[in-house]
């Protein structure tokens, strides 16, 4: 996958040329073996060592490699006319490495649990193919503090860590390119009325997942009452995405939607007074449960797109199950990445790597989908002709190469297959676990093929 980084990296700017080039390499090897330590992502003691160094050094500001990879996602969402800004937030759990400093409680102040933790806007085309990490903030809680939510009437909207959610989305919108229309798109977390109410400029959207059950202005039922009164618009068969609690299934739904306008709250700290909000409430209803101890699902979504019809409720919920996408992101940080077995000691070091790793995952997430979206793109788009050609080789010993290269759906279903993906009608299409695990073995392969193989003899 060489080549990758340093268009990823274009703009990095560490203030020496060849510190911009080490994080560039070192980038390219922990893609090319996620998972694997420090030591066994670069091959010599020399190359450890530096990779160490780089790691430890003041001079590897995280906030220059996020913000060069940063560059690079909004020109590809530049090149999009729809684009979906996915919010999430997850903890990063170092409680097996104590002697870490600079970490934080996770849990309440009784809870030993310390770490960190990260909120990340996404950034997702409408067809769902991922296009990097557009916005990061990561955080700690004081280690000693204890639950400040008796003390959360009384706190400003901006010293509250919900604050993140507006956060995110101010840094949408400073950098929203004004031809491309941005959705932000988050769970029910961020059902938070100074969200909605944030003002917003011409093309970006807001698509919420409801948690409360708001009252709502010149009107006597609440939020949810209203909605589920309204009659049933329509219904079809969606593919509900992977999550920790199922694996991916299919989902007879009905739709019903309303516009609503909320009430803002009557009360918030210093007094402030928020406008009422104007919505499209779209209520998503499963009506055929799986046998099982498995909820139906049951989705109210807020949204600022207009819906005038079942097609419009259709693509609003289409919308909002790419929201899984992020979810996969901080997935492969933490299990396929293994930040949190990292044994560096301090939090600067580890927003280092962090950093890093963002550009993996981002990768990684990116093969996966667009192998499915765009299959035919072909597979030197993520693959060097080396790397395409021993994943063929492997699973067609006897076979001349192919005179072009093979589309990218199929080599990557070939790398899932050394990652354990058994390529069974039923089994569908290959993950980023089995993925991140077959580009792992591949590098091992192509290892062995330069070994023992000189490169003219090998494509001949």
């Known amino acids: 996958m060489s080549g990758w980084a340093a268009q990823e990296l274009a703009t990095l700017d560490l203030g020496d040329v060849r510190r911009n080039a080490r994080i560039k390499a070192m980038a390219t090897r922990m893609a090319d073996r996620p998972g694997a330590s420090i030591p066994q992502t670069f091959e010599t003691q020399a190359e450890t060592m530096a990779a160490y160094r780089a790691l430890w050094s003041e001079a590897t500001d995280p906030d220059a490699i996020l913000s060069?990879?940063?560059?690079?996602?909004?020109?590809?969402?530049?090149?999009?006319?729809?684009?979906?800004?996915?919010?999430?937030?997850?903890?990063?759990?170092?409680?097996?490495?104590?002697?870490?400093?600079?970490?934080?409680?996770?849990?309440?102040?009784?809870?030993?649990?310390?770490?960190?933790?990260?909120?990340?806007?996404?950034?997702?085309?409408?067809?769902?193919?991922?296009?990097?990490?557009?916005?990061?903030?990561?955080?700690?809680?004081?280690?000693?503090?204890g639950s400040t939510r008796e003390h959360w009437r009384t706190r400003p909207f901006?010293?509250?860590?919900?604050?993140?959610?507006?956060?995110?989305?101010?840094?949408?919108?400073?950098a929203q390119p004004a031809e491309t229309t941005v959705v932000t798109i988050a769970d029910r977390e961020a059902d938070i009325y100074e969200v909605f109410a944030e003002p917003r400029p011409a093309g970006s959207e807001l698509l919420i997942r409801g948690c409360y059950d708001r009252q709502l202005r010149d009107e006597e039922q609440h939020l949810w009452a209203t909605v589920e009164s309204q009659s049933v618009a329509g219904g079809w068969t969606l593919r509900l995405p992977r999550t920790r609690e199922r694996p991916p299934r299919p989902a007879t739904v009905e739709v019903r939607f309303a516009v609503v306008t909320l009430d803002p709250p009557h009360w918030r700290a210093g007094g402030v007074k928020l406008p009422p909000v104007t919505l499209t409430a779209v209520l998503v209803t499963e009506t055929s449960v799986p046998p099982g101890d498995e909820k139906?699902?049951?989705?109210?979504?807020?949204?600022?797109?207009?819906?005038?019809?079942?097609?419009?409720?259709?693509?609003v919920v289409r919308y909002y199950t790419y929201r899984w996408l992020i979810e996969r992101?901080?997935?492969?940080?933490?299990?396929?990445?293994?930040?949190?077995?990292?044994?560096?000691?301090?939090?600067?070091r580890i927003r280092r790597l962090l950093a890093l790793y963002c550009l993996v995952a981002g990768r990684l997430l990116w093969m996966?989908?667009?192998?499915?979206?765009?299959?035919?793109?072909p597979c030197t788009v993520a693959f060097t002709d080396l790397e395409w050609q021993t994943a063929f080789r492997y699973h067609h010993p006897a076979a001349p190469l192919p005179a072009q290269p093979p589309p990218l759906h199929?080599?990557?279903?070939?790398?899932?297959?050394?990652?354990?993906?058994?390529?069974?009608?039923?089994?569908?299409?290959?993950?980023?676990?089995?993925?991140w695990r077959g580009l792992t073995r591949l590098q091992d392969i192509v290892l062995g093929v330069l070994l023992v193989t000189p490169p003219d003899l090998y494509n001949g």
């Open 368 to 377: 996966t989908y667009s192998a499915r979206v765009d299959a035919d793109q």
């Open 158 to 174: 901006d010293d509250k860590e919900s604050f993140r959610w507006v956060e995110g989305l101010r840094a949408v919108h400073a």
């Open 296 to 315: 139906p699902v049951r989705w109210l979504l807020l949204t600022t797109l207009p819906v005038d019809d079942v097609a419009d409720a259709q693509t």
């Open 68 to 145: 060069a990879a940063q560059a690079a996602c909004l020109d590809r969402v530049r090149q999009e006319r729809l684009v979906l800004a996915i919010q999430d937030t997850t903890e990063l759990d170092f409680s097996d490495h104590p002697g870490t400093t600079g970490m934080g409680r996770l849990k309440a102040a009784n809870n030993p649990a310390r770490g960190c933790l990260v909120h990340t806007v996404f950034a997702v085309s409408d067809e769902g193919v991922p296009l990097g990490r557009w916005w990061q903030k990561l955080w700690t809680r004081d280690p000693d503090s």
């Open 410 to 435: 199929q080599v990557v279903r070939w790398v899932a297959r050394l990652g354990g993906f058994l390529a069974r009608k039923s089994d569908g299409e290959p993950g980023v676990k089995v993925l």
């Open 329 to 348: 992101y901080h997935y492969i940080l933490k299990s396929g990445c293994k930040l949190e077995d990292t044994q560096l000691r301090t939090l600067d």
